[in-house]
Every structure is written in structure tokens, then in C-alpha cells.
């Protein structure tokens, strides 16, 4: 008997105006796991992202996290309960610096109130250097501290989907879900990306990943969980995934990249 | 920003009744004070966390209102049979009346308004301004309509040796006016300089990513906006006590307006821009007044409105910020940094 999962989705289904864009969606994440959420487009992996972190409400089902029923519950709570998301399309605070970025990042960190930041009390005062120092160990981790001063949008793409990266991870949260991170990178920054993914979970940051570069899943991954038309079509460590029939004919001629991943790993 | 030329200007306003006792500068320098101290509260809504409050002088005259009934006394039916009786109370409580009454309704509009976000939140306020109005207008035995409350006593401030003393002096009232200045513009930046107002920058800029970050979004929206309707308040409760009458007419758009106009001119989300811009429109339309006629005037601000959306659109303050040379703060330094001034 292994111990309860960090996180389990409980047959979640969910409507979209007349679609069904998940009809029935179960799998656990245990704490320690990579675990990669795979499938064609439209499948349902963002919908099922945005269903864990409370941005969408599901027709049916529980979504668990340590115990407790996160169905219902605002992002902003979800997030105070230790799980973070990074999303699909490049999202950062784009008019700060990056060091403002990575401070705002931090809220979860502080726990200063309006009474605090007016009188600037000694605790607010220590918070705000713990903050600050904290930012700078988050950007040291990403490698962006020589990029602190400048406004994030002026960033080039790949370092700003590393700082998406970094902002979701900043309040070290349990559990981390990254949508897509290596979303039209190239293959250095790919590689890159990967090794922050490894750190992170080094760092004890237990991960749920949806992303397209099979060859990244295949490595990266500790289990694998594939979806088709809304639902699980298999679940496994990646060598099962690779040789699992059904997966194979989701897959042959959706996506040319499977073959190349097959063969490369 | 280093806090020195800040103080530095404090103090060269402070000491500008003594070098130039001019009172008719001094009492056109106080009114534009009142009402920069309206646009400091406004561009912490619209500034920092990007909602357009066009019902501004809500607070501005439930503060006034608020401070005048309280210094006046008052001796209502509320139904029943039942009586409210408040005796005249001194113009400092009325001050603090006047702040906590316009912080409660910010609280309160905070709580319903921000259901909806931007255009509705617009003209959520728009109404709530017209409300108010109508209610100051038509609740004759409390506000005497457009009768307005008259014989309101000027300010009074207790000072050690002397006891109360009532400020009937010009040069009185504006050090008042530029002290609760001063107070408010540290408020607003000790608020901004914190974690409180990064979430609120968080918001404007970004309100998913912030909430996936776990900034609660209303908690703070509501924090905003008790501060900033509290703080304009208080500035009602100036104006109030410094023409000494009050009528329906605070409620008016054009205040809301004229607010709005310093900020966006001065650079909304800077904490200099209320200042700026509140100088400049508080001041020129009388210091010109012998030049030009005011029509002719109004006219002129106009196409300067429109020349500085063209070319500063993001107002004098960012403007001039751009050219000084870039400061940053050394890694490992525990000031406050400045960054949250960006646009």
C-alpha cells in the first residue's frame, strides 16, 4: 500500500458550451513524481489544467490535493494551498522589471498587511529584506539576475518562458503544473528548460507537465498519462507508454514529432 | 526615487507664506491643495490597480458632508417615532467622520462594484455619484438640499501653550492643507513601496497571473479602494471647512473630472503625477485669469489635453523619469526599490 497521492483527479468531466471537452479523467500524481500529461490537440490537457488550479469548474468529478476538494475553490486559494500553475501563452507582468516580476511572484512568501506597509513595522521591514532576497535566489535559479533591470516584455522569448517558469515556482509550491514550457523553443533552450525541470523537482517540487516535445516527455518524465477525446487512453512509465497500441494509433499521423522521439530515445 | 528633493519641495512649500505673504496665492494654492489631495486617492485606484473610479467626488462630498453635519450637529427623524440626535462636535472629529464615512461607502462600493471589472465598474461609480446627489439634494431636514449647510467653523487645530485656536488665517490653513498633503502622499507611498501594493501592480497588470500567484483579487481591490475614498474623504472634509459651506453640487462630475484630469496629465501610477498635474491645473486656470479670460482658457487646456495624450501619453512624470539616468538598486540592498513606477 503506497502512501495516499499528492494529487488525484477523480472522474472529472467537463462541458464546454455543447462540447465535451472532458468526458471522464482520472489519474493520481504522487509527491516526488514528474508526471506528463500527454495527447493530441484538443484532447483536454489545458481544460484539465485549468480545472485543477480552479480557473474552470468541472460538470462532474473531485479534484483532489493532500485530502482536500479543490472543486469550487478560487485560483488564488488553490495557489495558497501550494499549487502553482504557469500557463500555455507567455504570461508575465510585462511592463516591470524582472526583479519586480520575481517580488510580485513571491506574494505567497510575505504576509505583510496595509497596517504593516503604513507603519513599516520591524517585522514588515524584515519580511520585505527576506523578500528581496529571495527574489534574488529565484533569478540566480533560472539564471535571469543579470537580466533584473529590465522590463520583463523586453525579455527575449525563451527567457521569458523561463521567467513564466520562475514565477509560478517562486513560492516554492508543493505541487507545479507547467503548460506547454517548451512551447516554441529551440532545441538549446529545450534542453535548458529540461535541466530547470530536473532541478526543480531536486529542489522537491513534485510536477505535472502538459507539453508536446515528446522526445522532452520521454526523458523527463517518471510517468505519463495520455489522453484522446477527453479521456485516458493509457497511464504508465514512459517505456510502457511508447509500446502501448493504443497510444501508437492516437498518435500515427496526428503528430510527425512521435516518431522522431521514438527513434531519438 | 531619493526622498531629498521630496522634502526639499515640502519645505519650500512650507515656507511660501512667509517669503511671499500673498493671499490671494495662498488661497488659490490651498484649494489646489484639496483637490490634489483628491487626485493622490484617485490615482491609487487608477493608477496602481487600473480602475477608473468617475465617481470620485462621491467620496470627496461624503466627506464634506460627512465633516460639516458632524460640526454642525444635527436632529433628524429616521421613522418611527424615532429621533437622531448628534450635538455639534468639533471640526476635528468631523474631520475623522468625514474619513471613516467615506472609507465605510469605499468599503462597501469596493464589495459590490468589484463583482465587475472596468467599464462596468465605470459606471457603477458614475451612479453612485448621481445617488448620492439626489440624496443631498432631496433629504432637506439632514443636508437642507439646495438650501446647502452654511456657517461652517474653520479648521482648528489644538496646540501645546495655546489651547484650541481656530485657524481663520490663510496661511493657517494652507500649512494644514500641505500637512494632510504631505500625510496622504506618505500613505499612498508607504501602501505602493509594499507588498500590499505590489499585488495591487500585480493586478493591473496581469489579473490571472496574479491570481495564479495567489493574489486575492477583491481583498485587495476593496483595500485599495477603502484607502483611496478614505483619503478623499478627508480631502472633502478640507473643502468643506475651508469655503464653509457645503451643497449638493460636490457630487458634480466636473470634480471627478478635474481629478482625473491632474492625474492623467501629472502620470497615473506615479506618485508624483497627482502633484504635478494638480499644480499645474490647480493653479494656472487663476494665476492666468488676468491674461486670459477663462473660456478662452478652457480652450487652450483642451488642445493641450490632446497634445499631451499624443505625445506624453503616459503624462509629465514618467516623461521626465525617462531622461534622468536609470537607478537601481544594488543587489542585496534593502531599500525599496522604485520599479513599481513603471507606466
Not at chain 1, 529571495?134 to 529590465?150: I, K, P, S
Not at chain 2, 475623522?96 to 465605470?122: H, P, S, T
Not at chain 2, 483611496?228 to 469655503?243: E, M, R, W
Request: glycine residues 10%; hydrophobic residues 50%; positive net charge.
Amino acid at each position: 500500500m503506497s502512501a495516499p497521492p499528492l494529487l488525484s483527479v477523480e472522474q472529472v468531466a467537463v462541458q464546454i458550451g455543447g462540447l465535451v471537452a472532458i468526458a471522464d479523467l482520472s489519474f493520481t500524481v504522487a509527491e516526488g513524481e514528474v508526471v506528463s500529461l500527454i495527447g493530441p490537440n484538443g484532447a483536454g490537457k489545458t481544460t484539465a489544467f485549468n480545472v485543477i488550479t480552479g480557473y474552470m469548474r468541472p460538470r462532474d468529478g473531485r479534484v483532489r490535493f493532500r485530502g482536500q476538494d479543490l472543486v469550487g475553490q478560487a485560483p488564488e486559494r488553490i495557489a495558497a494551498a501550494g499549487l502553482v500553475r504557469s500557463f500555455q501563452r507567455t504570461s508575465i507582468f510585462g511592463r516591470c522589471t524582472v526583479f519586480e516580476n520575481a517580488r510580485m511572484a513571491l506574494h505567497l512568501r510575505g504576509r505583510t498587511g496595509l497596517l504593516g506597509a503604513l507603519l513599516r513595522l520591524p517585522a514588515a521591514r524584515r519580511e520585505e529584506a527576506r523578500l528581496q532576497e529571495e527574489a534574488w535566489a529565484m533569478l540566480d535559479f533560472v539564471g535571469l539576475a543579470a537580466r533584473a533591470d529590465t522590463p520583463a516584455e523586453s525579455l527575449a522569448y525563451g527567457e521569458q518562458r523561463r521567467l513564466g517558469i520562475a514565477l509560478a515556482a517562486a513560492a516554492a509550491p508543493q505541487l507545479l503544473l507547467l503548460d506547454e514550457p517548451a512551447a516554441g523553443l529551440n532545441p538549446s533552450e529545450t534542453a535548458e528548460c529540461m535541466a530547470l525541470i530536473r532541478r526543480l523537482r531536486d529542489r522537491g517540487t513534485t510536477i505535472l507537465l502538459v507539453e508536446h516535445d515528446m522526445a522532452m516527455v520521454m526523458r523527463i518524465s517518471d510517468r505519463i498519462v495520455v489522453l484522446n477525446q477527453g479521456r485516458v487512453i493509457a497511464a504508465g512509465p514512459p517505456a510502457e507508454i511508447r509500446e502501448d497500441p493504443d497510444v501508437i494509433r492516437a498518435y500515427l499521423g496526428g503528430a510527425p514529432g512521435w516518431e522522431s522521439a521514438h527513434a531519438a530515445a | 526615487m531619493s526622498a531629498v528633493p521630496g522634502w526639499c519641495f515640502v519645505a519650500a512649500m512650507a515656507a511660501l507664506p512667509l517669503v511671499l505673504p500673498d493671499l490671494y496665492l495662498l488661497s488659490v494654492l490651498t484649494s489646489a491643495g484639496i483637490f490634489i489631495i483628491g487626485a493622490i486617492s484617485l490615482n491609487l485606484l487608477l493608477g496602481y490597480t487600473g480602475q477608473l473610479s468617475l465617481g470620485h467626488a462621491a467620496f470627496f462630498g461624503l466627506g464634506a458632508y460627512a465633516s460639516a453635519l458632524a460640526s454642525l450637529g444635527f436632529d433628524i427623524g429616521i421613522g418611527f417615532g424615532l429621533r437622531l440626535t448628534l450635538p455639534p462636535q468639533p471640526v476635528w472629529i468631523g474631520f475623522l467622520a468625514a474619513i471613516a464615512v467615506a472609507g465605510g461607502f469605499g468599503w462597501l462600493l469596493g464589495r459590490l462594484a468589484f463583482r465587475v471589472r472596468g467599464a462596468y465598474f465605470v459606471i457603477i461609480t458614475i451612479c453612485f455619484a448621481q445617488v448620492l446627489r439626489m440624496v443631498a439634494l432631496n433629504w432637506v431636514e439632514l443636508t437642507q438640499g439646495p438650501m446647502a449647510l452654511i456657517g461652517l467653523s474653520p479648521f482648528s487645530l489644538w496646540l501645546p501653550g495655546q489651547g484650541v485656536v481656530e485657524l481663520y488665517a490663510k496661511n493657517q490653513t494652507y500649512w494644514l492643507v500641505l500637512g494632510v498633503a504631505v500625510l496622504c502622499f506618505l500613505v499612498v507611498r508607504q501602501i505602493v513601496h509594499s507588498r500590499v501594493g505590489r499585488a495591487l501592480v500585480a493586478l493591473r497588470e496581469n489579473e490571472t497571473l496574479a491570481r495564479s500567484v495567489g493574489i486575492r483579487v477583491t481583498h485587495y481591490l476593496v483595500i485599495a479602494t477603502v484607502v483611496s475614498a478614505g483619503i478623499a474623504g478627508a480631502a472633502g472634509s478640507l473643502f468643506a471647512h475651508n469655503v464653509r459651506i457645503v451643497d449638493p453640487d460636490v457630487f458634480l462630475f466636473i470634480y471627478t473630472v478635474t481629478m482625473v484630469i491632474m492625474v492623467i496629465t501629472g502620470g497615473k501610477g506615479t506618485l508624483w503625477g497627482p502633484v504635478v498635474g494638480g499644480l499645474i491645473f490647480g493653479l494656472l486656470p487663476d494665476l492666468l485669469r488676468g491674461a486670459a479670460p477663462p473660456e478662452a482658457q478652457w480652450i487652450a487646456y483642451g488642445v493641450a489635453m490632446i497634445l499631451l495624450v499624443m505625445f506624453l501619453p503616459r503624462g509629465i512624470v514618467p516623461a521626465i523619469a525617462a531622461l534622468m539616468p536609470a537607478r537601481r538598486p544594488g543587489r542585496g540592498a534593502t531599500a525599496s526599490p522604485v520599479s513599481q513606477e513603471a507606466p
